[in-house]
């Protein structure tokens, strides 16, 4: 058989075209199958463009108050403990004045606020630095509402989140999770996390889309206070307003959104909106 | 033509693809899947019926729980709408394993042990598939079959 080079180059050019069409239908009918179907937010979710949260450190009065916050955290999201630092996983967690926020302190501060233990968690930043080094998108800001996520399903534990955060904010399954937590004390409600992947606070977003405040927030008495940091008049930007507050690390330029509220005194009265 | 050893040859061809077949040919008209449709009928009668269709279900529903997952994890929308219309939150671990579970009341009150036949695990293991959901997602109790 002759075929000049004409010929060949028409025959060519048509089985090209016939094979790119002929996918793109066939994987377009595929897709409809699903597409069809229709994903909404809860009813009850809470709404918020900035979540942020203000931690008044004068109403954290006992050890046992900050015993209880990190429990209630800890227990609802099924953080396992290996009573040994090295493998510690933590979601919220206490440290010095001088660790939480250094190059702040100086010799003749109080002691009461040298030596007091300060609630720690993720500081959900507005430019968060994990989130520019995840080499697999699974740490993510979420664009509806500010929180710092991580899609467990997605994280290969290249550790690059845990190098980057300034706060230490995140933690590294070295074992598995499972072995670090009493059968019994389980929520069965809620996944565990497997070895070899990283975590931290996801600010209850699953509270959240239940309408719930975060499980810390409920615990705390009303030392910690949870809200839109977007909305001027909700109940955080009036107390921000009206107190002096500190972040962590500012000087870092990642935004932080957890406020700590240092000698307040009392706020008991949030102030109204002139 | 002369095939040099021709029968010989032959006569080996003709035990290879016999053996080759033979678990095929033995499993001929047996299904090891009992495939019921009338249990889907007698169960939607009862009440009981997946977020979808079983016949979409079967093949698709690991794409479902990819689209659900993507859906709560980076957008926060938890409420699937059915086709039926109907809505669901999406959670694999909080309305999936609702029914597809070992403890499913409904199913035992009957059957001694229909639930876990219909659980991930009993078809799975048969189409040799190891998804590590479990990993993470707590299950209900659930025996290897």
Same mark, same amino acid.
């Given at each position: 058989?002759?075929?000049?080079?004409?010929?060949? !180059?028409?025959? +060519?050019?048509?089985?090209?075209?016939?094979?790119?069409g002929?996918?793109?239908?066939?994987?377009?009918?595929?897709k409809?199958?699903?597409? +069809? +179907?229709?994903t909404?937010?809860?009813?009850?979710? !809470?709404?918020?463009?900035?979540?942020?949260?203000?931690? /008044?450190? /004068?109403?954290?009065?006992?050890e046992?108050?900050?015993?209880?916050?990190?429990?209630?955290?800890?227990?609802?999201?099924?953080?396992?403990?290996?009573?040994?630092?090295?493998?510690?996983?933590?979601?919220?967690?206490t440290e010095?004045?001088?660790h939480?926020?250094?190059?702040?302190?100086?010799?003749?501060?109080?002691? #009461?606020?040298?030596?007091?233990?300060f609630?720690?968690?993720?500081?959900h930043? /507005?430019k968060?630095?994990?989130?520019?080094?995840?080499?697999?998108?699974?740490?993510?800001?979420?664009?509806?509402?500010?929180?710092?996520m991580?899609d467990?399903?997605?994280?290969?534990?290249?550790?690059?989140?845990?190098? +980057?955060?300034?706060? =230490?904010a995140?933690?590294?399954?070295?074992r598995d999770?499972?072995?670090?937590?009493?059968?019994?004390?389980?929520?069965?409600?809620?996944?565990t996390?497997?070895?070899?992947?990283?975590?931290?606070?996801?600010f209850?977003?699953?509270?959240l889309?239940?309408?719930?405040?975060?499980a810390?927030?409920?615990a705390?008495?009303?030392a910690?206070?949870?809200?839109? !940091?977007?909305?001027?008049t909700?109940?955080?930007?009036?107390?921000? #307003?009206?107190?002096y507050?500190?972040?962590?690390?500012?000087?870092?330029?990642?935004?932080?959104?957890i406020?700590?509220?240092? =000698?307040?005194?009392?706020?008991?009265?949030?102030?109204?909106?002139? | 033509?002369k095939?040099?050893g021709?029968?010989?040859?032959?006569?080996?061809?003709?035990i290879?693809?016999?053996?080759?077949?033979?678990?095929f040919?033995?499993?001929?008209?047996k299904?090891?899947?009992?495939?019921?449709?009338?249990?889907?009928?007698?169960?939607?009668?009862?009440?009981?019926?997946?977020?979808?269709?079983k016949?979409?279900?079967?093949p698709?529903?690991?794409?479902?729980?990819?689209?659900?997952?993507?859906?709560?994890v980076?957008?926060?929308?938890?409420?699937?709408?059915?086709?039926d219309?109907?809505?669901?939150?999406?959670s694999?671990?909080?309305?999936?394993?609702?029914?597809?579970?070992?403890?499913?009341?409904?199913c035992?009150?009957c059957?001694?042990?229909?639930?876990?036949?219909?659980t991930?695990?009993?078809?799975?293991?048969?189409?040799?598939?190891?998804?590590?959901?479990?990993?993470?997602?707590?299950?209900p109790?659930?025996?290897?079959?």
């Open positions: 058989m002759s075929m000049n080079r004409r010929d060949f !180059l028409k025959i +060519a050019g048509i089985s090209t075209i016939a094979g790119i002929g996918t793109a239908i066939v994987g377009g009918l595929q409809g199958v699903i597409e +069809a +179907a229709q909404a937010p809860d009813t009850d979710t !809470l709404t918020g463009k900035k979540w942020g949260m203000a931690i /008044d450190m /004068d109403k954290i009065k006992s046992e108050t900050l015993k209880r916050v990190t429990e209630a955290c800890h227990r609802i999201h099924n953080v396992p403990d290996f009573s040994n630092t090295k493998d510690e996983v933590k979601w919220i967690w010095t004045f001088e939480s926020f250094p190059g702040q302190e100086h010799q003749f501060m109080p002691d #009461a606020i040298k030596h007091k233990p609630l720690l968690l993720c500081n930043c /507005d968060p630095a994990c989130v520019r080094v995840c080499p697999t998108k699974a740490t993510f800001k979420r664009k509806d509402d500010g929180i710092v991580q467990m399903h997605r994280c290969i534990g290249c550790r690059f989140c845990m190098a +980057a955060c300034p706060f =230490g995140r933690s590294f399954n070295y999770p499972r072995t670090g937590l009493k059968p019994e004390e389980i929520n069965l409600d809620y996944p996390r497997t070895k070899g992947v990283v975590e931290k606070c996801t209850c977003r699953e509270r889309a239940k309408g719930l405040q975060p810390c927030v409920e705390s008495n009303g910690l206070v949870f809200g839109d !940091l977007n909305d001027p909700s109940e955080i930007r009036r107390i921000l #307003a009206s107190k507050t500190i972040r962590r690390k500012p000087e870092l330029g990642t935004e932080p959104n406020y700590y509220i240092i =000698g307040g005194s009392d706020y008991a009265v949030v102030p109204e909106i002139k | 033509m095939i040099y021709g029968g010989k040859i032959f006569v080996g061809l003709i290879f693809i016999g053996l080759a077949t033979s678990p040919l033995f499993n001929i008209g299904s090891s899947i009992v495939r019921d449709t009338k249990a889907a009928e007698i169960m939607q009668s009862m009440g009981l019926q997946c977020v979808e269709k016949a979409f279900m079967l698709n529903h690991m794409r479902l729980l990819d689209k659900w997952r993507d859906s709560v980076r957008k926060g929308n938890r409420l699937y709408k059915a086709s219309g109907k809505e669901y939150e999406m694999l671990q909080n309305t999936c394993l609702n029914c597809h579970s070992e403890k499913n009341e409904t035992n009150a059957h001694s042990n229909m639930a876990r036949k219909h991930c695990n009993g078809c799975h293991n048969y189409m040799a598939v190891n998804p590590y959901c479990w990993d993470c997602h707590i299950k109790k659930e025996t290897k079959s």
